[in-house]
């Protein structure tokens, strides 16, 4: 689904992403692991668009995205979240999963004056389905609390929860586990699967390797954005390179 | 080539103005832009000193230095110190430091008058030189002296002592500070204290050549800013230079396009270099968002 | 009487200025020094169009409005660029540029001597009392665009401006062209200013660049910020509060020679006050 091949970053003289290739299988859990600083954010950013002066090539789809603006990229069906779950602080809870509904967007002046009743429209509708999500994770109440007032664990909720408002096809979770308590884990979990279960595509970066082992089908294994291994977690395990790496850090 | 000279001259008071202007923005991550207006208070103290008790040039322009020095640490310890440990953002010091900026700029208004004041080196008219074709008058030369004096002095204070080591450390790697065994604290204290004496320096010096008024204020911190952002906030070389090629830009536009148009020409650099390079000459810092 | 309604027009005419300024800066994070030199283009454009071509007043409004808006808009690619603090010091720059502008460009601004004899709208010229006329258009005007503001904000285009405002990434992220909204609000945040400052002329009917320095933009700030960012109710409580300001001064028998300066004074002391203790202002749904 995803083809990432020969990806080369530097920053300041700096090789941040070392001739980096691999490819995502549709419909399933593949884990990126390294150790701290390997450059698993930074792929995410790169294959999102937020950086956009790495060189290579980055297909979804057999479509060239390397380069394009990020909000373009989202539209293709990519979304991510972000491993300090940055919400957006000073507006609503509700407000925050309206702002990752597909149905809002092109909003324009026009549709504001000229198309008011189709907006009202879309704006009810994914007003609905994020008060239906916020329900299901039992937050309903913090609806209308402004998002800077959650709790770390409700921030990354509302954060996953954004990827359920978006129509996304290929999400991109970084350490949506990282600082939660074991109850929020199995919570997190339970929407992990659920996002498969409903068709999606899973990239997921962890540093818990019970979790991975648990949960991903395939794994990526990066250091100084270099790919070390790439297989099943078992298989990965067992690679010597793999071991030095976790061992020399 | 005169022109080039009259850029260098003015350009190397920018660069100090620039220079103290940047030192500040690295060690506490935001912008003071009271900055240009305690030096004023610095000047109007040196005319005062000079005019009343007949106080030669030099001394004036160290004791005027001084009072900038008791402005700008008071700024630190009554205005930002407080609102730092509050959290407030640097948007949000950098606003206030715009409100103290307007009353000590209105103050001065008040107690000196909004006529612009000269400044001179002494009571007696004195020659210019020349040479190469070009003519340098006395208070160019004593601008460009001072300038090349506060350099040396500064590179010297930077490089050697424990304290400057401290202050270029903090720019990058706060972690290394605490090697050298200094507070934090005492770190920005210096660097307050090192800001505001070369701000007043090179406004008394730059006085020389335009005098002084209350609205100098904006006009002095608006162009240390510029100098900071083209040779790269955080970089004394590069502010240098960059205070070097602002003054030079300027004169050359105020030749090709006319006098009025000097402070345009410089915001119009400032937008090219920020589209263009926006991390500066030599840089440390981004103040574009990465996109 | 005439005093009265002179202040009333004033406090119209900056809210409807201020409503501009916080719809850049209070609901979608564009700390902006630039709207004064919006109103002047607004002023300027108004007196050129109307007294140098001879247009009328409708005309000369809307090409005034058109033409800041042009300027709004390529001023906002560079700007756009910029992180909240630089973006602020950046636009304080271009409002030195206007003022440089409205300054030397002889032709069309007459330069420090200004532009005088500048006429209100013909309809109101017909009323008994035309001053009385321009308030209540004015006032209509205020309405309408606080009408059409409230539709914007509570629609899901103001949903996507305020997550710019919080965060472009992840806005960016969510699907938004966070750049290009945050285009279009600057962009028509110039035209309330626009406006602004077409009135101004009519009402005050001879301007000079003097009135269009900085200090006129930094005055819409702290208005924008003491009313409350991120406030409709609150731009015009700023506004109002800040044309009151000059005349509580006066009623303290502070002599008019140093009123210009306390005036200044209690904007920078307002401003500290605000940032230390309430920086949302007090209607404000947003602290910077």
Same mark, same amino acid.
């Given at each position: 689904?995803?083809?990432?091949?020969?990806?080369?970053?530097?920053?300041?003289?700096?090789?941040?992403?070392?001739?980096?290739?691999?490819?995502?299988?549709?419909?399933?859990?593949?884990?990126?692991?390294?150790?701290?600083?390997?450059?698993?954010?930074?792929?995410?950013?790169?294959?999102?668009?937020?950086?956009?002066?790495?060189?290579?090539?980055?297909?979804?789809?057999?479509? $060239?995205?390397?380069?394009?603006?990020?909000?373009?990229?989202?539209?293709?069906?990519?979304?991510?979240?972000?491993?300090?779950?940055?919400?957006?602080?000073?507006?609503?809870?509700?407000?925050?999963?309206?702002?990752?509904?597909?149905?809002?967007?092109?909003?324009?002046?026009?549709?504001?004056?000229?198309?008011?009743?189709?907006?009202?429209?879309?704006?009810?509708?994914?007003?609905?389905?994020?008060?239906?999500?916020?329900?299901?994770?039992?937050?309903?109440?913090?609806?209308?609390?402004?998002?800077?007032?959650?709790?770390?664990?409700?921030?990354?909720?509302?954060?996953?929860?954004?990827?359920?408002?978006? $129509?996304?096809?290929?999400?991109?979770?970084?350490?949506?586990?990282?600082?939660?308590?074991?109850?929020?884990?199995?919570?997190?979990?339970?929407?992990?699967?659920?996002?498969?279960?409903?068709?999606?595509?899973?990239?997921?970066?962890?540093?818990?390797?019970?979790?991975?082992?648990?949960?991903?089908?395939?794994?990526?294994?990066? $250091?100084?954005?270099?790919?070390?291994?790439?297989?099943?977690?078992?298989?990965?395990?067992?690679?010597?390179?793999?071991?030095?790496?976790?061992?020399?850090? | 080539?005169?022109?080039?000279?009259?850029?260098?001259?003015?350009?190397?008071?920018?660069?100090?103005?620039?220079?103290?202007?940047?030192?500040?923005?690295?060690?506490?991550?935001?912008?003071?832009?009271?900055?240009?207006?305690?030096?004023?208070?610095?000047?109007?103290?040196?005319?005062?000193?000079?005019?009343?008790?007949?106080?030669?040039?030099?001394?004036?322009?160290?004791?005027?230095?001084?009072?900038?020095?008791?402005?700008?640490?008071?700024?630190?310890?009554?205005?930002?110190?407080?609102?730092?440990?509050?959290?407030?953002?640097?948007?949000?010091?950098?606003?206030?430091?715009?409100?103290?900026?307007?009353?000590?700029?209105?103050?001065?208004?008040?107690?000196?008058?909004?006529?612009?004041?000269?400044?001179?080196?002494?009571?007696?008219?004195?020659?210019?030189?020349?040479?190469?074709?070009?003519?340098?008058?006395?208070?160019?030369? &004593?601008?460009?002296?001072?300038?090349?004096?506060?350099?040396?002095?500064?590179?010297?204070?930077?490089?050697?002592?424990?304290?400057?080591?401290?202050?270029?450390?903090?720019?990058?790697?706060?972690?290394?500070?605490?090697?050298?065994?200094?507070?934090?604290?005492?770190?920005?204290?210096?660097?307050?204290?090192?800001?505001?004496?070369?701000? &007043?320096?090179?406004?008394?010096?730059?006085?020389?050549?335009?005098?002084?008024?209350?609205?100098?204020?904006?006009?002095?911190?608006?162009? &240390?800013?510029?100098?900071?952002?083209?040779?790269?906030?955080?970089?004394?070389?590069?502010?240098?230079?960059?205070?070097?090629?602002?003054?030079?830009?300027?004169?050359?536009?105020?030749?090709?396009?006319?006098?009025?148009?000097?402070?345009?020409? &410089?915001?119009?650099?400032?937008?090219?270099?920020?589209?263009?390079?926006?991390?500066?000459?030599?840089?440390?810092?981004?103040?574009?968002?990465?996109? | 009487?005439?005093?009265?309604?002179?202040?009333?027009?004033?406090?119209?005419?900056?809210?409807?200025?201020?409503?501009?300024?916080?719809? %850049?800066?209070?609901?979608? #994070?564009?700390?902006?020094?630039?709207? #004064?030199?919006?109103?002047?283009?607004?002023?300027?454009?108004?007196?050129?169009?109307?007294?140098?071509?001879?247009?009328?007043?409708?005309?000369?409004?809307?090409?005034?409005?058109?033409?800041?808006?042009?300027?709004?808009?390529?001023?906002?690619?560079?700007?756009?660029?910029?992180?909240?603090? %630089?973006?602020?010091?950046?636009?304080?720059?271009?409002?030195?540029?206007?003022?440089?502008?409205?300054?030397?460009?002889?032709?069309?601004?007459?330069?420090?001597?200004?532009?005088?004899?500048?006429?209100?709208?013909?309809?109101?010229?017909?009323?008994?009392?035309?001053?009385?006329?321009?308030?209540?258009?004015?006032?209509?005007?205020?309405?309408?665009?606080?009408?059409?503001?409230?539709?914007?904000?509570?629609?899901?285009?103001?949903?996507?401006?305020?997550?710019?405002?919080?965060?472009?990434?992840?806005?960016? *992220?969510? #699907?938004?062209?966070?750049?290009?909204?945050?285009?279009? *609000?600057? *962009?028509?945040?110039?035209?309330? %200013?626009?406006?602004?400052?077409?009135?101004?002329?009519?009402?005050?009917?001879?301007?000079?660049?003097?009135?269009?320095?900085?200090?006129?933009?930094?005055?819409?700030?702290?208005?924008?910020?003491?009313?409350?960012?991120?406030?409709?109710?609150?731009?015009?409580?700023?506004?109002?509060?800040?044309?009151?300001?000059?005349?509580?001064?006066?009623?303290?028998?502070?002599?008019?020679?140093?009123?210009?300066?306390?005036?200044?004074?209690?904007?920078?002391?307002?401003?500290?006050?605000?940032?230390?203790?309430?920086?949302?202002?007090?209607? #404000?749904?947003?602290?910077?």
């Amino acid at each position: 689904m995803l083809k990432v091949h020969n990806i080369n970053l530097s920053l300041g003289g700096l090789k941040i992403l070392n001739d980096l290739s691999f490819e995502i299988e549709e419909g399933k859990i593949t884990g990126l692991i390294g150790p701290n600083g390997a450059g698993k954010s930074t792929v995410f950013n790169v294959v999102t668009g937020l950086i956009s002066f790495a060189t290579g090539s980055v297909q979804l789809r057999k479509q $060239d995205i390397l380069g394009a603006p990020s909000y373009q990229v989202s539209r293709m069906g990519i979304m991510r979240t972000f491993q300090d779950a940055q919400v957006l602080p000073q507006i609503s809870v509700l407000e925050n999963l309206i702002s990752a509904s597909p149905l809002i967007r092109d909003a324009s002046l026009f549709q504001v004056f000229f198309r008011p009743k189709m907006m009202e429209r879309m704006k009810a509708e994914a007003a609905e389905k994020a008060r239906e999500l916020l329900k299901k994770v039992g937050i309903e109440e913090k609806s209308n609390v402004l998002a800077q007032d959650l709790s770390y664990g409700q921030s990354k909720l509302v954060e996953i929860l954004k990827v359920f408002m978006s $129509d996304a096809e290929l999400v991109f979770l970084d350490e949506p586990f990282s600082g939660l308590y074991p109850e929020m884990i199995k919570v997190i979990k339970g929407l992990v699967y659920e996002l498969i279960e409903s068709g999606r595509t899973v990239v997921l970066v962890e540093h818990n390797m019970k979790l991975i082992e648990e949960v991903c089908d395939h794994v990526v294994v990066l $250091d100084f954005g270099t790919k070390l291994a790439e297989g099943k977690f078992e298989e990965v395990r067992e690679n010597k390179d793999v071991v030095n790496a976790y061992l020399g850090h | 080539m005169q022109i080039l000279l009259n850029g260098l001259i003015v350009g190397s008071a920018y660069a100090l103005m620039g220079v103290g202007f940047s030192l500040i923005y690295s060690t506490v991550r935001y912008f003071n832009l009271a900055y240009g207006v305690i030096a004023v208070w610095g000047v109007y103290v040196l005319l005062f000193l000079m005019e009343r008790f007949a106080v030669p040039f030099p001394i004036a322009v160290f004791l005027g230095a001084l009072v900038s020095i008791v402005f700008g640490l008071g700024s630190y310890v009554l205005l930002f110190r407080p609102m730092y440990r509050r959290k407030s953002s640097p948007l949000v010091i950098m606003v206030a430091s715009f409100g103290l900026l307007i009353i000590l700029q209105n103050f001065a208004s008040l107690v000196w008058g909004d006529t612009t004041k000269s400044v001179s080196l002494s009571d007696q008219i004195l020659k210019g030189y020349e040479f190469f074709g070009m003519f340098i008058t006395a208070n160019q030369l &004593a601008i460009a002296v001072t300038a090349v004096l506060m350099v040396v002095l500064l590179e010297l204070f930077l490089q050697k002592t424990k304290i400057g080591m401290a202050i270029r450390a903090i720019g990058d790697n706060q972690e290394l500070t605490k090697v050298l065994g200094i507070k934090t604290e005492t770190i920005i204290l210096w660097v307050y204290v090192l800001g505001s004496f070369l701000s &007043a320096v090179s406004a008394s010096m730059y006085a020389l050549e335009i005098g002084v008024k209350p609205t100098y204020g904006v006009f002095f911190v608006i162009k &240390a800013f510029i100098a900071a952002i083209i040779g790269g906030l955080g970089s004394v070389r590069g502010t240098l230079l960059g205070g070097l090629i602002l003054g030079i830009a300027e004169n050359f536009g105020v030749y090709v396009f006319g006098g009025q148009w000097q402070d345009t020409v &410089a915001f119009v650099l400032l937008a090219v270099v920020l589209l263009w390079k926006p991390e500066g000459v030599f840089s440390k810092r981004r103040l574009v968002s990465i996109e | 009487m005439d005093y009265l309604l002179h202040i009333s027009i004033l406090a119209a005419i900056y809210s409807l200025a201020v409503l501009g300024q916080n719809y %850049a800066s209070g609901f979608t #994070g564009l700390v902006s020094l630039n709207h #004064g030199a919006f109103m002047g283009m607004g002023a300027y454009g108004l007196a050129y169009f109307m007294k140098t071509q001879g247009l009328s007043y409708p005309v000369s409004f809307f090409l005034a409005a058109l033409i800041t808006a042009i300027v709004a808009w390529i001023v906002s690619f560079p700007l756009l660029k910029l992180k909240d603090d %630089a973006f602020v010091l950046v636009s304080f720059g271009f409002s030195f540029i206007g003022y440089n502008v409205f300054l030397n460009w002889q032709s069309v601004t007459n330069g420090a001597i200004g532009l005088k004899g500048i006429a209100l709208p013909e309809f109101v010229k017909t009323w008994e009392n035309p001053k009385l006329g321009f308030f209540i258009f004015i006032l209509a005007v205020l309405l309408v665009s606080l009408w059409s503001l409230k539709k914007i904000l509570d629609s899901s285009y103001g949903v996507i401006i305020r997550a710019t405002r919080e965060n472009q990434r992840v806005t960016q *992220v969510s #699907g938004h062209d966070a750049d290009g909204y945050r285009r279009s *609000v600057f *962009v028509l945040s110039s035209v309330f %200013a626009s406006f602004a400052g077409s009135f101004l002329a009519s009402h005050i009917s001879a301007i000079d660049p003097l009135l269009f320095q900085y200090h006129l933009s930094v005055l819409l700030l702290v208005m924008a910020i003491l009313g409350g960012l991120a406030s409709l109710r609150g731009s015009v409580l700023g506004a109002v509060l800040l044309i009151l300001l000059p005349e509580a001064l006066r009623f303290l028998g502070l002599p008019s020679s140093v009123l210009a300066q306390c005036q200044q004074i209690s904007y920078g002391m307002i401003l500290i006050l605000l940032m230390y203790w309430r920086p949302k202002g007090l209607l #404000g749904e947003y602290s910077i």
